[in-house]
């Protein structure tokens, strides 16, 4: 049994504690409202699946220091929150413990990192999907891959040596035993997870799809598919997705697949019915992660000499949007 908590307990937050303590580990969600944290300890966590309701005993508190220590923090918080919920984390942390972002957007990584250091923290992504129907209650609505890797190119411990996630021993070569551990842990949960050598190319592999579909759905209030399938539209998609794998290129990130426009066009197609999270987030009146995504591959473009000018308009719109109804 591992001691593990999440950090951010939406949707994808209490899908993966759910499982988790449903496989036997020590689960705890740091919640930032006092009264959340009280309603998921008091009635637990409800995952929807296969027609199907299992239900989850975890501790939450708002308080790291009374959660922790644990082995593994599992950092789900929107990219906006990432700098404030990297705060907690040496309170919340044992003295051997890991991070392990599986966030979107650009700059999450750093951000846990800048606290806790680069050999204390892995980052990845995420292809499941969860519908939150309420506190602590979600759907399981997709089913996908996780993949993820170290966070610095920093020897890590040798698979043979390796129990928990916290434990450091020998080093050797990356996909480091440590990523490897929580990739059979979260696989051992019913969530299948690989490890991989390292973590810019699942970053910008996910980050490319989401600048091609984020911030045009929510501009067009349209599913994903339809972003691909109206003629107006898909030339602009083609373009958020080309110049997101160009910069990438330019940084020398060697990408998980040959082409970001078909990459991103094949995630729009897969997802066809999906509302994406940003146009969700604008809905609901919450601030979005467009400055993570669209305004991230602007702003690095710019570092790097290559022209964005439509990630950086759209990043303006969805900005503008946020002004407007008052999320900044």
Do not use: Y
């Not at 998980?256 to 509302?275: K, L, Q, S, Y």
Request: net charge negative.
């Amino acid at each position: 049994m591992t001691r593990i908590a999440i950090v951010g307990p939406g949707a994808l937050g209490c899908l993966f504690g759910g499982l988790l303590a449903l496989a036997g580990h020590d689960v705890r969600m740091l919640a930032r409202r006092a009264e959340h944290a009280e309603r998921l300890a008091r009635d637990g966590l409800r995952i929807e699946r296969d027609g199907a309701e299992q239900r989850a005993t975890v501790r939450a508190d708002t308080d790291p220091a009374r959660l922790g220590p644990v082995d593994l923090a599992i950092v789900l918080v929107k990219a906006t929150d990432t700098a404030a919920a990297a705060t907690s984390l040496p309170a919340l942390l044992g003295p051997d413990g890991v991070a392990v972002s599986l966030q979107n957007g650009l700059g999450n990584v750093d951000a846990l990192a800048s606290v806790l250091g680069v050999g204390r923290v892995l980052g990845g992504v995420t292809s499941q999907g969860a519908t939150l129907l309420g506190p602590g209650h979600v759907r399981h609505a997709g089913f996908g891959p996780t993949s993820l890797a170290e966070a610095g190119d920093s020897p890590a411990p040798r698979v043979d040596d390796v129990e928990t996630p916290g434990i450091r021993t020998a080093p050797s070569r990356e996909p480091s035993a440590r990523a490897i551990a929580i990739a059979a842990l979260l696989d051992a949960a019913g969530l299948p997870a690989r490890a991989a050598p390292a973590v810019e190319p699942l970053v910008w592999g996910k980050l490319i799809a989401n600048a091609a579909i984020n911030a045009l759905g929510t501009l067009l209030r349209c599913p994903n598919g339809a972003l691909v399938e109206r003629p107006s539209s898909a030339p602009l998609f083609d373009g958020l997705a080309a110049e997101a794998g160009a910069v990438a290129a330019a940084l020398g990130v060697a990408l998980p697949f040959p082409d970001a426009i078909e990459h991103a066009r094949g995630v729009a197609r897969v997802t066809a019915a999906n509302r994406n999270s940003m146009l969700q987030d604008i809905e609901a009146g919450r601030r979005t992660e467009i400055d993570a995504i669209n305004g991230g591959v602007a702003c690095l473009g710019a570092e790097v000499g290559m022209p964005t000018p439509l990630n950086a308009t759209v990043a303006a719109l969805i900005r503008a949007i946020e002004e407007g109804t008052g999320l900044r």
